[in-house]
């Protein structure tokens, strides 16, 4: 059965630290690994990842993607309060034919005290 | 960029009630739109995909005249939950991508409550 699994479930950090992400995955035709922000709402894209290797940035996150490993890491630095959410980790993968769909992970919800 | 709308937010009904969701992509064209539904402290689970001019296709265990989906138009795709109850009671989410292996873009997301 394919799937993803996002490590830590839940993390608690302090304002400034740098915390890191994990998700790994077990599905066939593997097309692309993607990241999203969930607040209290829509999960927000933040990145996605075909290459291995290839290190994405936005700001203070980012991510990259082993192949070899089926694995991708978010990493946050210089973490703020407004970096609390749940962070979601999906695979696209091709189902039969064309049609490309997601597979989502049970997330990760980071908490930043003050 | 990149904005899908999703209304209602909210809904609580009586139960054997049809509720309808709309999902919007606002700029951009969306030739496939996703249904999901997430159980607390779950991920998302993909119902249902649903493309422009065509049937949705549904996920395994997904009943498909439970779940009506539509795709009229290439911004709007609704969701309708037929003679809904309780266990029906849920957050559903769409989402939308513009075009094969792009990202998709979520809907603010509907909580569903059956009495």
């Known amino acids: 059965e394919d799937k993803v699994v996002q490590s830590p479930l839940s993390l608690v950090v302090h304002e400034g630290d740098t915390v890191t992400l994990n998700c790994s995955y077990e599905?066939?035709?593997?097309?692309?690994l993607l990241w999203y922000k969930q607040e209290k709402k829509a999960p927000t894209f933040l990145f996605m990842l075909?290459?291995?290797?290839i290190e994405k940035k936005s700001g203070r996150l980012s991510s990259i993607l082993d192949k070899k490993e089926l694995s991708s890491i978010l990493n946050i630095t210089a973490t703020q309060t407004g970096d609390s959410a749940i962070y979601l980790c999906?695979?696209?993968?091709?189902?039969?034919?064309?049609?490309?769909?997601?597979?989502f992970g049970k997330g990760t919800l980071l908490t930043v005290n003050p | 960029g990149a904005v899908v709308s999703q209304h209602p937010s909210w809904v609580i009904c009586k139960s054997g009630t049809s509720v309808k969701i709309e999902c919007r992509s606002l700029?951009?064209?969306?030739?496939?739109m996703f249904w999901y539904r997430q159980f607390p402290k779950q991920s998302l689970m993909l119902m249902a995909t649903?493309?422009?001019?065509?049937?949705?296709?549904?996920e395994q265990g997904v009943e498909k005249d439970k779940f009506l989906i539509n795709h009229a138009s290439l911004t709007l795709s609704t969701l309708t939950v037929t003679s809904a109850h309780p266990e029906d009671s849920s957050f559903y989410i769409c989402?939308?991508?513009?075009?094969?292996?792009?990202?998709?873009?979520f809907g603010d997301g509907t909580r569903l409550s059956i009495l």
């Open positions: 989402s939308a991508r513009e075009a094969a292996y792009q990202p998709q873009h």
């Open positions: 599905v066939t035709n593997f097309r692309s």
């Open positions: 075909t290459s291995s290797g």
């Open positions: 999906a695979v696209g993968w091709n189902s039969g034919g064309s049609n490309y769909k997601l597979t």
């Open positions: 700029d951009f064209q969306a030739t496939t």
């Open positions: 649903s493309n422009e001019g065509s049937k949705a296709t549904y």
